[in-house]
């Protein structure tokens, strides 16, 4: 009798413990009709999800260079930072998708052979705000990411301002004109995407894809309807893009928040940078 007490006590205690944590489907396909490879992402679903009919906001969270859409679960454990979050009441429930980026710096190749932007916007968030239950209204939409990842979520934020609400970039690569032109890797890193670099100024493919530049052509009205969260660690090699970024932004009195904290370009500094990015993105979904 005391066994099957216990017994019972375990599995009603071992329901409740499960229920708290979020689902996760990793490397899932997505068959895009703009880009000739299946697109894969990986899904947080948070804890309520299949027990409740409600609908959630979303975070898409971007990737870094040379890693794909598990790096976030995998390394950053965005899960486990999300479920903690979730139960302590410090964000609301949400969605987080993390699509594979690979290596597009998430842009439309100057070639036009790999148009991810366009694949993004057109097809990707209308698909997983169709296939989940999501707000789908720009209040109910955030975008963030790391390093490559930070950079895309601050270039996709300011080309389409109408569909965010928030934007995180943690250790956004970034780059300033001066570094582009001195960069000895430029075509290892860049030209596949970019284009071949011109000799004394960088191209207008690379302007009409750098935050840096976009903060000239977008509609400043339009750019200060997005909430922003710029956070690089005071070692990182990056510092030069984020910190021209943060001057330029408060030249142009557009209203963000600045973090440099002790660390590096390292997954220990981007943990703490998705909790704290977390709970800057809860300022507009939660009521």
Request: with cysteine; glycine share 8%; proline share 5%.
């Amino acid at each position: 009798m005391k066994n099957a007490i216990l017994l019972f006590i375990l599995l009603v205690f071992g329901t409740v413990a499960s229920a708290q944590h979020g689902k996760v489907f990793e490397s899932l396909e997505f068959k895009s009709n703009l880009v000739h490879y299946p697109v894969e992402y990986s899904i947080y679903l948070p804890p309520d999800y299949y027990t409740s009919e409600r609908s959630y906001p979303v975070l898409y969270l971007l990737h870094g260079y040379s890693d794909d859409e598990t790096g976030w679960i995998q390394f950053g454990e965005a899960n486990r930072i999300s479920d903690e979050g979730i139960a302590n009441g410090d964000f609301p429930p949400c969605i987080i998708v993390m699509p594979d980026g690979k290596v597009s710096w998430y842009i439309n190749s100057a070639d036009g052979n790999d148009p991810w932007e366009d694949m993004f916007i057109q097809e990707f968030i209308p698909f997983i705000e169709k296939e989940y239950r999501i707000r789908s209204k720009k209040e109910f939409r955030a975008i963030a990411g790391l390093s490559m990842g930070g950079n895309g979520s601050l270039l996709l934020a300011m080309r389409n301002p109408d569909l965010f609400t928030s934007c995180v970039a943690m250790s956004a690569g970034t780059f300033t004109d001066e570094e582009s032109i001195a960069n000895d890797q430029y075509d290892a890193y860049f030209k596949n995407i970019y284009g071949a670099k011109p000799k004394n100024d960088v191209s207008e493919h690379w302007k009409a894809n750098s935050p840096l530049h976009l903060l000239d052509s977008v509609d400043i009205k339009k750019l200060k309807s997005i909430r922003w969260y710029i956070d690089c660690g005071d070692d990182d090699f990056l510092y030069k893009g984020n910190s021209a970024l943060h001057v330029k932004m408060r030249n142009l009195e557009i209203p963000h928040q600045y973090r440099v904290r002790n660390g590096g370009h390292e997954w220990s500094y981007w943990r703490t940078g998705l909790f704290d990015g977390l709970k800057f993105i809860a300022d507009d979904f939660h009521r």
